[in-house]
């Protein structure tokens, strides 16, 4: 008798143990990744990005939402040009199958949608999520799901840091030593190398400058040198002939890693535990 009494309080456990997350689609547009969200009960498709400190509500979006903004703060983002940002104390976001209340900046997001998105944007899921969960995302499959703290995630674990509110993970470029660069899945554009760091290791010598292209995010277009790096390692894959642009605003970071380079990887991050693990994508080294 003793066996099947465990047998049956086994099955009542596993019967009462919370079943784990759905993945989301995670959907690829012109290089940024999109999600289904609501807002205050609003649905709307928000654009995923670790890079950004906070979330970012579109002003035409909360005035939909009948949120009342105050206050007034300049903000900077990639562009050329500062904006003005104003907030929301609080509004309740549903994503990933979590729900975050909590403030929000609003600002005029239809320039950079109709420059580099392609479609509006309603708001941009800043790095508060990923504050919260635990997150497993893999770009070229289209999902993103929560999972527990007791799953032990696969593939290469490093360490998250920060810069000026940006996580950041260790990378390295040609033969110099590794630096911690950005983790951004908010960058759709080419791998963005801080123009100190770039001078630094001589890759603004005009022999390393292959062309000029429009970059930048909120805030305008600006012109970018681009180079081409010979290589770069990130957790134990290895790239070459990457094409990377010069960043020349005041507070990047020595580099930044988008979605050129994440979509490789399975990806799981944990930003409270301070790490990010990347499992190579069909066994890529």
Known sequence: MRPSLVGSLAAVLLALAPAPAAAEPLELFNNRLFLPVTVNGKAALGLLDSGAEMTVLDDDFAGRLGVAATGGATARGSGAETM?????????????????????????????????????????????????????????????????????????????????????????????????????????????????????????????????RAGGGLGGPVERDIVMLRNLRIAGSEYRDVPAAIDAGESAADLNIGTSILRDFIITTDFAGGAVWLQPRNGRQ
């Open 84 to 212: 003005e940002a104003r907030f929301v104390e609080s509004v309740v976001i549903e994503a990933v199958g979590a729900s975050l209340a909590q403030p929000a900046a609003v600002l005029d997001l239809g320039e950079v949608s109709q420059r580099l998105i392609g479609r509006p944007i309603d708001l941009i899921l800043g790095r508060e999520l990923f504050d919260r969960h635990r997150l497993r995302i893999d770009i070229e499959a289209g999902t993103i799901d929560r999972i527990e703290d007791n799953v032990q995630p696969v593939g290469t674990r490093l360490a998250v840091g920060e810069h000026r509110g940006i996580p950041t993970f260790a990378v390295s470029i040609e033969s110099q030593a590794p630096v911690q660069a950005a983790f951004d899945l908010g960058n759709g554009s080419e791998v963005l190398i801080g123009r100190n760091y770039a001078e630094r290791i001589g890759l603004t010598a005009p022999e390393r400058i292959v062309e000029r």
